[in-house]
């Protein structure tokens, strides 16, 4: 008995200070949490950066006299080298470590903002712009990678809907920061702004990330016809989808030569990743079933965050006749509702299964762009206001899900390719995704014109009617009636073929969501995310 109590003594004092000890392991550095915030600062910039001159193209234009074909290179050639540079990420950070890398990702970025605040005409604008895209590419998937690997999994209900929210936050309110500053200053305001919080980021990640040591002999082994492959392959796709539908696609000989040159260097970079020693980008990650299908899942998000994103504001301008200010503070709503969603989403991923939150957010996306297949010509911002509530909670209860399930399973020495890849099935996703709407609204509003168009004929009593009230109104002005009230018909009949074929899209949007409902099922269930320090492997 004496023995027995002993040993029982034993193991009790034995595991209290295994307890006390996994209990200090989990407390996390101040000098690390400090660096982790300035990245996450430095992740901010470089996504809000995509979209922050999107509300604020026309004045860019004006202030540099450029043509109206030159001007949305000012956005192509930022997202063009971003995409390159995000699945890069992993491999270099590998190779000269978080901190070199980071650190010289912000400073260039930063540098890259100032230049871009300078540029005197269209040319040097790109040249910065493209700057810009390709070296803040290399914060994004650092931060996740960062997020998965010095934090315990116990950490994750607070990590996790950070990066998650401003993942999503930067380029929904990217626009709504845009206008503001160009209404209120300047458009060299757009680049200005990141100089200042851009010297802090590189001084305070140079100072205290020390997650990882460089592997500086990985470098003799670098791909270099891999990298040129890839940088073909992504550079060529983001391309013709960027700019297809403006150059009415396979009709414009540089679509053709862009989707081929993508075509040819995907081809390259597939071979060279599974049969070079030191592949630029490792896919092995998706063997990993919750990484491939969390992969899918990021791709559909990002068609409906930057989808949605795009589209609002369109409806906004052309219909409502919005400034950039007032989209701004329309599509305010949806950045409020993911920023008061976003502690009670980490809280749920403690509590409950991941993928019944990942079908609680697809729900309420999908029950928010259902709301919107019945818009009309008069919805304004309190029609608009419960489906971007739901917009906005749907993509937090669905993003903190996703981050964990994809690359909470991964081992650290996985974690940072993955992390680039993973980052780049979301913009990629944003990028097709775009396309598509952009050439569904083009293509269906051509429809319903047709179809419109069909029932105004004189046989059409109340079409006669509404002519004949509209000429009328005209004449008492002088004016000659018969031609104004055609023209005048001709704008209605225009304006309700575009809110129809904005109408079909959110039916899409609904379809995509609801069958994303039934693909959550195909996800093994995941390890709980709460209580134990375990390493996530």
């Known amino acids: 008995m004496a023995g027995s109590a002993t040993t029982t003594a034993g193991s009790i004092s034995s595991a209290a200070p295994a307890s006390a000890a996994q209990k200090v392991d989990e407390k996390m550095p101040t000098g690390r949490l400090i660096a982790f915030f300035a990245m996450v600062v430095g992740m901010f910039m470089s996504i809000l950066d995509i979209q922050i001159v999107s509300a604020s193209l026309s004045e860019i234009q004006a202030g ?81 990678a960062a997020a998965f690997t010095i934090f315990p999994p116990s950490k994750r209900a607070f990590v996790s809907p950070i990066i998650g929210l401003i993942a999503t936050l930067a380029p929904t309110i990217g626009p709504t920061v845009g206008g503001y500053l160009s209404n209120a200053f300047s458009w060299h305001w757009l680049f200005l702004v990141n100089i200042i919080p851009g010297i802090f980021v590189t001084i305070l990640t140079w100072r205290f990330i020390d997650f990882d040591k460089p592997e500086l002999s990985l470098f003799k082994k670098f791909d270099w016809w891999g990298l040129a492959a890839m940088g073909v392959f992504l550079g060529g796709l983001e391309y ?25 260097g ?24 919750n990484f491939a299908f ?20 369109v409806y906004l301008s052309r219909i409502r006749g919005y400034d950039s200010q007032m989209i701004g503070e329309t599509m305010f709503v949806s950045g409020l509702a993911m920023f008061v969603t976003a502690p009670i989403a980490g809280k ?48 937090m209860m669905c993003m903190v899900p996703i981050n964990n399930i994809a690359l909470g399973t991964l081992s650290p020495a996985r974690i940072r390719g993955a992390s680039g890849l993973f980052n780049l099935t979301r913009n990629l996703g944003g990028a097709v995704g775009l396309a598509i709407i952009s050439t569904l609204l083009s ?9 419109l168009r ?8 109340i079409a006669s009617d509404q002519l004949d009230s509209m000429a009328s109104n005209l004449n008492t002005y002088g004016l000659d009636g018969a031609t104004g009230a055609i023209r005048q018909m001709v704008q209605l009949v225009t304006k309700q073929a575009v809110v129809m074929s904005f109408s079909d899209v959110f039916l899409i949007l609904t379809v995509l969501f609801a069958m994303m409902i039934l693909g959550v099922a195909a996800i093994e269930k995941p390890a709980p995310q709460g209580g134990g320090g375990g390493s996530g492997h």
Request: glycine share 10%; net charge negative.
């Open 348 to 395: 749920l991923s403690t509590k409950m299964d991941l993928r019944a939150m990942m079908v609680i957010g697809f729900i309420s996306f999908a029950s928010g762009t259902y709301i919107m297949t019945g818009i009309t010509a008069d919805w304004d911002f309190y029609e608009l206001l419960i489906p971007q509530i739901l917009r906005g909670f749907g993509l």
């Open 266 to 289: 995907c081809l390259v970079f597939f071979y060279r990743a599974f049969t070079s020693e030191f592949p630029v980008v490792d896919l092995t990650a998706f063997t990993n079933r």
């Open 64 to 144: 540099l006299s450029a043509g109206s074909d030159e001007i949305g290179w000012v956005q192509t050639s930022y997202l063009i080298a971003e995409v390159i540079m995000i699945p890069l990420s992993g491999t270099l950070a590998r190779i000269v470590s978080t901190r070199y890398l980071f650190a010289f990702s912000a400073a260039g970025f930063t540098a890259a903002s100032a230049l871009a605040a300078t540029a005197s005409n269209i040319d040097q604008m790109i040249v910065y712009r493209a700057i810009q895209g390709f070296i803040g590419g290399g914060m994004i998937p650092s931060v996740f």
């Open 443 to 451: 293509n269906r509003q051509d429809v319903h014109y047709e179809r």
């Open 240 to 264: 013709v989808l960027e700019e297809g539908n403006s150059n009415d696609w396979f009709n414009d000989h540089m679509i053709v030569i862009g989707a081929i040159a993508s075509g040819l």
């Open 294 to 313: 969390g992969s899918i899942f990021s791709f559909v998000m990002g068609i409906g965050l930057y989808g949605l994103t795009y589209i609002y504001p």
């Open 454 to 461: 069909e029932h105004l004929d004189w046989g059409n009593r």
